[in-house]
T-cell receptor, first 115, second 114 residues
């Protein structure tokens, strides 16, 4: 199994500012995923972060708005840039194992409110 | 493309009633994995079950049971004798083989009333 921690757990930010969310995993993983959950909605994949290469973004998400870093096999950051109230969401980091168990693990999430 | 449909947006039941949450999926993969997660008001995602496409056996865990039917592309979740603590949003999700991300349904909000 994998234990994932995220920082910060929550934040309240002003419009136009940026916030960087950190995701730390207790084991080495190839791929890390970033999801967004807007209020009352389901989870939507923002991007897939592979160590050593550029993140792959889903339709509707762009690197300028959500830059991602993946400096090693246990850590990733997601930045929410030039925030607006529409960015108020829970942001979740996730990893998967491709072994026989095919687990999918989620961090506790970062609850972001933009005023 | 993969898709998960949870047609029930909200369900309300009285405590001790049985309730079934529906999940229908679409995929072209021959190997895939189905998941159910619970998200209580606190917001964290709680893993409930994972099923792979080659294992159609139904599963029971306490008051929870799951019915996987490939013929109808469904993976339904039943809570027997529901309790107030079961109140949460329940998500069904699907992923293919390898290091692919989960695709989530829109979720079903279950309210269990005492």
């Amino acid at each position: 199994s994998a234990v994932i921690s995220q920082k910060p757990s929550r934040d309240i930010c002003q419009r136009g500012t940026s916030l960087t969310i950190q995701c730390q995993v207790d084991s080495q993983v190839t791929m890390m995923f970033w999801y967004r959950q807007q209020p009352g909605q389901s989870l939507t994949l923002i991007a897939t972060a592979n160590q050593g290469s550029e993140a792959t973004y889903e339709s509707g998400f762009v690197i300028d708005k959500f830059p991602i870093s993946r400096p090693n096999l246990t850590f990733s950051t997601l930045t929410v840039s030039n925030m607006s109230p529409e960015d108020s969401s829970i942001y979740l980091c996730s990893v998967s194992s491709s072994g026989s168990y095919n687990e999918q693990f989620f961090g506790p999430g970062t609850r972001l409110t933009v005023l | 493309a993969q898709k998960v449909t949870q047609a029930q947006t909200e369900i309300s039941v009285v405590e001790k009633e049985d309730v079934t949450l529906d999940c229908v999926y679409e995929t072209r993969d021959t190997t895939y994995y189905l998941f159910w997660y619970k998200q209580p008001p606190s917001g964290e995602l709680v893993f409930l079950i994972r099923r792979n496409s080659f294992d159609e056996q139904n599963e029971i865990s306490g008051r929870y049971s799951w019915n996987f039917q490939k013929s109808t592309s469904s993976f339904n979740f039943t809570i027997t004798a529901s309790q107030v603590v079961d109140s949460a949003v329940y998500f069904c999700a699907l992923r293919g083989s390898g290091n692919t991300p989960l695709v989530f349904g829109k979720g079903t909000r279950l309210s269990v009333i005492a």
